[in-house]
């Protein structure tokens, strides 16, 4: 493999990782605020939740590459805060990621909360467990088959991104070329015999993803 192509492989995963590190930490309040509210507004944040599962990801990477420039809205605040360059950067790929990812990650968790019902929140409440350790003592455990598949979704989901990254991180070799770009590049170039090296990995770890998220669906319903 190539060197630019290694390179390429670790900028995707580390991408990935950040990622889905960041949409759990934003994602699980979210989701569970979701799975409780009865806030009439509910359906409004579930639908921009949802919206990156319909919309192209070229719009979505076309509104923040116009938001993250150096003269767009958040890009000239942060540039006048001192900040580092949004556009055409990790960090810019990273913003699009989570927002282009979020549904993969919010809604398994929120399907899982609500499966859970009341009753188990409800016991730890008439043993005097406040919210926060009823949360952390039994709604996290209980809900581990949802944050196991949140994980995997949110990180597979982000390796696959082509047009979010492209827009917003650009083709920067060694910086902001991911897998997925190295894919094109190296067709546009008639290197068949590299993207298909590139591809068949992305195959293998499709396939191991979906596989994994089988095994562990029947491991949860076989304990339950």
Known sequence: MAESDLQALYITLRLAAVTTLILLLIGTPLAWWLAHTRNRLAPVFEALVALPLILPPTVVGFYLLV???PEGPVGSLVAALGGPRLAFSFTGMVIGSVLYSLPFVVQP???AFR?????????AATLRAGPLDRFLSVALPLARGGFLTAMVLGFAHTVGEFGVVLM???NIPGETQVLSIAIYDHVEALDYASAHRLSAGLLVLSFVVLLLL??????ERRAS
């Open 214 to 219: 089988q095994w562990a669906g029947r491991t």
């Open 168 to 170: 917003i991180g650009g």
């Open 115 to 123: 499966a859970l019902g009341s009753r188990p929140l409800e016991a």
């Open 109 to 111: 968790l929120q399907n």
């Open 67 to 69: 938001a993250l420039a």
